[in-house]
């Protein structure tokens, strides 16, 4: 089992926001098992108030919640802290709830019913990204390109006159792909690289944060000049 080897991030504060009893109950026991600090939240109100008064490395938000929905919860955090990794959990399999937590500013989903090994994994990763551009952002980079303007510092993205905050996740995938400027990307590549999971996990969460940064960063996003898709490739960056 994953939480008997050791765990680099043993001690991390993870706001768990799930209402089922024995889900929550035993996300919670295993969690703890791992060497995480668990505050469990049993509704969206809860969840609010224990991030306003603690803080947090991380959290696990379901989306069906009482008073206020995980997505109501993950927007509301969100516009509070733009660096927190979120990982939504859901029960329902549409990719319209999947491309919506996206949107919203959720880093990662998980669809319920789903392995304790593959959660502890995701988690892991998250909080390794977290660690990697806390210390990247020691040292923040202003990029520019055609009318795009982008501070991997505050995490902001500046096109024409419109501004938006990137999430930390948006921030990687972009400034992977501009690390390796005028080379092909797989869709692989960005899963193991970025998200730190193996390519098994579907691809189409790549593409939904292609989707997010071509509305961002491209004047028509459906005929993209910076952010290329190869066929059967995956993607290039290309500033020129």
Not at 93 to 102: F, M, P
Not at 165 to 186: C, F, N, W
Not at 205 to 220: A, G, P
Request: with cysteine; net charge negative.
């Amino acid at each position: 089992m994953l939480h008997k080897e050791k765990n680099e991030f043993t001690g991390s504060k993870i706001l768990l926001v799930e209402d089922e009893e024995t889900m929550g109950r035993g996300l919670e026991y295993n969690l703890s098992e791992e060497g995480y600090q668990v505050i469990w939240a049993k509704d969206g109100k809860q969840a609010l108030d224990y991030f306003d008064e603690n803080e947090f490395d991380m959290i696990v938000l379901d989306i069906m919640l009482p008073y206020y929905d995980g997505f109501e919860v993950a927007k509301k955090i969100r516009d509070k802290s733009p660096q927190i990794p979120i990982l939504m959990l859901t029960a329902r399999s549409g990719i319209e709830d999947k491309i919506r937590a996206l949107t919203i500013g959720s880093d990662d989903y998980l669809t319920k019913p789903f392995h304790l090994n593959e959660l502890l994994l995701r988690i892991r990763g998250m909080l390794k990204r977290k660690q990697w551009y806390k210390a990247y952002t020691n040292t923040p980079e202003i990029y520019r390109f055609g009318k795009n303007i982008i501070d991997f510092g505050n995490l902001t993205c500046q096109h024409h006159d419109n501004t938006v905050r990137l999430t930390p996740q948006e921030a990687m995938v972009l400034k992977y792909l501009i690390d390796h400027k005028g080379k092909v990307v797989s869709r692989e590549e960005l899963l193991e690289n970025v998200w730190n999971v193996t390519s098994e996990v579907e691809t189409r969460t790549v593409d939904n944060f292609i989707v997010r940064l071509r509305k961002y960063l491209e004047s028509d996003p459906s005929r993209p000049i910076y952010i290329k898709s190869i066929r059967g490739a995956g993607y290039m960056f290309m500033n020129e």
